[in-house]
């Protein structure tokens, strides 16, 4: 889902990308969607909206009934220490059964901003939010 917020200040010239100058008290920013992997059955993806409960049992159902041996749990932004915090919950009540391999990454995010006036043109710009993606996997002792 998109947000919107109002944006009230000029914006200095380039910074958009764009070669003018332009007041950004004429225009909404208007945030898209990141660009997910491809999802599979056992991929969960952390927000900050979801309850920490109920993402946590989603994940224990997976790993438990769902017939997975491991999860891929992937946080964005704001929500890579709610994804970390969710791993290493798992890890700590599996009683040393699961183990956990974290990736970072970086993700480039488009936001468009949209004209209130007629006249203007529509911009975007790309900005870099970091990511993290942890495999949460049994380990079986031999």
Do not use: W
């Not at 660009?35 to 920490?52: A, G």
């Not at 224990?60 to 891929?72: D, H, S, V």
Request: some cysteine.
């Amino acid at each position: 889902m998109a947000e919107n917020r109002p944006a009230t200040h000029l914006e200095p010239k380039g910074v958009l990308g764009l070669d003018v100058e332009m007041d950004r008290a004429e225009h909404t920013l208007r945030r898209r969607l990141p660009r997910k992997l491809p999802k599979r059955n056992n991929d969960v993806y952390i927000n900050m909206k979801t309850d920490f409960k109920a993402q946590l049992a989603r994940c224990r159902k997976l790993l438990e009934g769902g017939g997975f041996n491991e999860i891929c749990i992937h946080g964005l932004g704001l929500a890579i220490n709610r994804a970390i915090n969710v791993a290493l919950q798992l890890q700590a009540n599996s009683f040393g059964t699961l183990q956990i391999a974290a990736n970072t990454s970086t993700v480039e995010l488009v936001d468009d901003l949209e004209p209130e006036v007629d006249d203007e043109e529509p911009a975007s710009r790309t900005r870099n939010n970091s990511a993290i993606h942890i495999k949460v996997y049994h380990s079986f002792s031999k």
